[in-house]
């Protein structure tokens, strides 16, 4: 006797109309199975989102002074850019560690002239930090020690009515105030599908840089990326400790750098939880018909339970076991199939059609992974528990209006 | 705590602008261990008067003892716990839990009562042995004879030693085989527990079991007598 009678009541009782139960439970499979699979997709597509904008340009993590971030000005410089980035690459064994400086000039080729942000990189550790060097189209990237060489972005190359091995001159303001002036020669042309970048940034070696804007060896950031987005966080508090307390450079997180990005993921994620919220309502409108019928049938059945002396709470307590049967039924359930398909799907990936020429297009995989982590596997399924929990709160209560007298004379 | 006492008991029923009384100035005495038929033809209020000793239903007035307890006057939570630790129900139709095995319906009134496992395992098959049912605890009710599921429900009934069984109509539904078997059954339980019994009929062959026979009419009690 290890079951209590009234989980086996509760139990049995489930089973008198077998395929009601089973098209209520199955209810909730299909949407536990649905639910962990689009939140894991989403959690996976959001992933992918941040790794892929962070990894294009801003990198995870920037050292600057602590001004530059919200005055993006010439003056606002780190000095000795290249030496502190070969101690941090030294002392966290990172590689993926690289200087830039930046400032803005006016790009003139024979026939027109545009505004542009001009950056000075290390040509051996940009292509570790960033995607933008792999993504030269036409020519090739900087090379290292490689003065009077520039790329641009390719809504640039065209604007400026420009091609690989045209000439290019730009003219801006150095770091003391002085004129700075060069005449550099187009490598290449990089496509990022990111339209800020492609139509407004240029990039040259950062000693080139220095030389022309008068910065000696200042630079205006640092760019660290981490191994693994995951990574962040410890990396970040290994670089604060190197950094000791040092006031003139500040660290600065990727939410920092890219405000946008967390509230582009929460703006969607807004968007997504509604179809979410009406999935769970619709089930709990099933588990709600599915239970006050039943309670309907048994009218008679629960008078002669209170004839015999059995308080309404108790009757409403059966209730709800058996709904938390079903409920436990329709999660482990639901819960293993979103488990298959998960991991089926972070073997070969998932698309949908025309989403290839869009990831062409926009330096994106061709395929989304789901992300599978304890949130995408339970959010869905544990609001879909309460949802039908609630529902069942009101056939449970309803017993409360119940006579045994009147309950007995029902058929 | 068991000797029964009702007063001037009057229910009435309201059926579209029509007033039925079901009961009309009820007085009767039942003591502790009494055998009591209540006959009358349908509708004479046999069922409202076993309602309102059981504390199914409330009188419009009077007043029922029970013992010491006015049970008219108690909350609906005192008198549930009232019927399911002192009185017995049987009903005509049996009224088991259609998915619970014959011993499960004996031992969930138990459970309720909070008798522990291992106590409700071992009285529930005694019980279902004194009444006859040795060998078809495992059946459910729809395995077993109109007579062997009226034989559970008064094992039901009596398994939490009440001081009184409220049957009503109980052999409506039995051929006169089972009726007997089971009107012996209530005899013997009546004297080894010394639980009392009133037991709603208007077959004859029941009446002759009673030691004290009270004829009802319109909601009134015309006779009462012993036997
Ligand atoms: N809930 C009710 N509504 C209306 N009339 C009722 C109700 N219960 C009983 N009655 C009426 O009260 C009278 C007594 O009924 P009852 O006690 O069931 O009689 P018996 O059990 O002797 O056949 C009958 O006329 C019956 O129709
Ligand atoms: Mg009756």
Known sequence: ?411 | MSSIRCRQLCKTFKQGDEIITGLDHVDIDIEEGEFVCLSGPSGSGKTTLLNAIGGLDTPDSGEIHMGDIRIDRLERGPLADMRLHHIGFVFQSYNLIPVLSARENVEFVMQVQGVPAAQRSRKSLEILREVGLEGMENRRPAQLSGGQQQRVAVARAIVTHPDLVLADEPTANLDSVAASHLMDLFVELNQHHRITFVIATHDKRVMSYARRLIKMQDGKIISDEPQ
């Open chain 1, 1 to 411: 006797m290890l079951v209590d009678v009234g989980l086996r009541l509760a139990w049995r009782n489930l089973w008198r109309h077998w395929r009601r139960t089973w098209l209520t439970v199955g209810a909730m499979i299909f949407s536990n199975g649905l639910l962990i699979f689009a939140m894991s997709l989403q959690f996976g597509s959001y992933d992918m989102m941040i790794d892929n904008s962070l990894h294009a340009y801003s990198g995870h993590l920037q050292l600057q002074h602590p001004r530059y971030l919200d005055e993006p000005k010439m003056r606002y410089a780190l000095d000795n850019v290249a030496a502190i980035a070969e101690r941090l690459r030294r002392e966290l064994s990172l590689d993926s560690i690289s200087a830039r400086a930046a400032g803005f000039a006016l790009a003139s080729s024979e026939e027109r002239s545009y505004g542009l942000q001009i950056v000075g990189v290390d040509p051996v550790h940009e292509p570790l930090v960033s995607t933008l060097p792999g993504l030269v189209k036409q020519g090739r990237y900087l090379k290292p020690g490689a003065a009077g060489e520039i790329v641009i972005g390719a809504v640039l190359a065209r604007n400026l009515k420009i091609s690989v091995g045209d000439e290019l001159t730009f003219l801006g303001s150095g770091f003391d105030d002085s004129f700075a002036a060069g005449i550099v020669t187009v490598v290449g042309i990089f496509e990022s599908g990111m339209a800020d970048l492609d139509r407004a940034l240029a990039q040259v070696e950062l000693g080139y840089f220095q030389d022309v804007f008068a910065m000696q060896d200042r630079g205006h950031s640092l760019i660290v990326r981490a191994r693994n987005i995951d990574d962040v966080e410890s990396l970040q508090a290994q670089v604060k400790a190197l950094l000791e307390s040092n006031q003139d450079i500040s660290l600065r997180h990727w939410e920092e750098l890219q405000p946008g990005l967390r509230q582009a993921i929460q703006a969607d994620m807004a968007s997504n939880s509604f179809m979410y919220v009406v999935l769970v309502v619709l089930v709990a409108f099933s588990v709600l018909n599915t239970q006050l019928m039943s309670v309907l049938e048994r009218t008679r059945e629960f008078g002669t339970m209170m004839a015999l002396g059995l308080q309404p709470a108790r009757l409403s307590r059966l209730v709800m076991l058996e709904t938390a049967l079903m409920t436990a039924l329709g999660l482990v359930l639901g819960i293993a199939v979103g488990l298959v398909v998960n991991l089926y799907l972070s073997r070969v990936g998932f698309s949908y059609p025309g989403m290839d020429e869009v990831a062409l297009k926009f330096n994106l995989p061709e395929r989304i992974y789901p992300a599978i982590s304890l949130a995408s596997m339970t959010l869905g399924p544990a609001a879909v528990a309460i949802g039908s929990l609630l529902a069942a709160l009101y056939p449970a209560l309803r017993l409360y209006l119940l006579t045994p007298i009147e309950a007995m004379r029902a058929v």
